[in-house]
């Protein structure tokens, strides 16, 4: 995250530039966390505290567009509202940490040969449930569920336009960052009690 004056920025505050992230002023280039990660770890989104997500979104947010941008991915295999989609996250996120690794400077030459190989078969992947999910360059809709035998149907998803990718994509983590300091709160909460 941006620092300034060496406290760290955030999302969810009102005074946040967010020009100054690469993934807001069209920047498509990427070098990794901005601090390093001793060692990288796999990232378990539903066990990030939200301090720790902010972080996270932001920069796989910024690796993506980066990927797309230098490999020409076409919507079929990257559709903007990726960040809408649990599928596409656990991918994503699992290549972004496979590139890392795969292009850490203490990394094994080869490494980035097979990240390539990887790639290819994570962009299958990543076709397939663009393709079942549903969504595309120009609408997206949240990915049907399929109600098993004894459970309430769930609600099918209304399709949206859209218009400005940036500001959902910053309306979806600040609902996330949140979410997660609700759960934050009440865990305090209930060990203080």
Avoid: K
Avoid at 32 to 47: A, F, I, K, Q, S
Avoid at 73 to 100: N, Q
Avoid at 168 to 177: A, L, R
Wanted: charged share 30%.
């Amino acid at each position: 995250m941006p620092t300034v004056d060496g406290q760290q920025e955030s999302l969810l505050d009102p005074d946040y530039d967010a020009s100054i992230h690469p993934m807001f002023n069209g920047s498509a280039e990427y070098s990794g966390h901005d601090e390093p990660v001793e060692p990288l770890r796999p990232l378990n989104w539903n066990l990030l505290s939200s301090e720790e997500a902010e972080a996270e979104w932001l920069d796989l947010n910024a690796w993506v567009d980066w990927l797309r941008s230098t490999y020409g991915l076409a919507p079929t295999v990257i559709p903007p509202y990726w960040h809408r989609h649990d599928e596409l996250i656990w991918e994503l996120s699992a290549l972004h940490l496979h590139w890392l690794n795969s292009y850490d400077p203490d990394g094994s030459p080869s490494a980035p040969i097979m990240w390539h190989r990887d790639f290819a078969d994570a962009r299958q992947r990543l076709r397939e449930w663009v393709a079942t999910c549903g969504t595309r360059l120009d609408r997206d809709r949240p990915t049907r569920q399929t109600t098993w035998p004894g459970e309430d149907a769930q609600p099918s998803g209304v399709e949206v336009v859209i218009e400005d990718r940036g500001a959902d994509f910053v309306e979806f983590v600040v609902e996330d960052i949140a979410a997660r300091r609700r759960i934050e709160d009440r865990a305090r909460a209930g060990r203080a009690g």
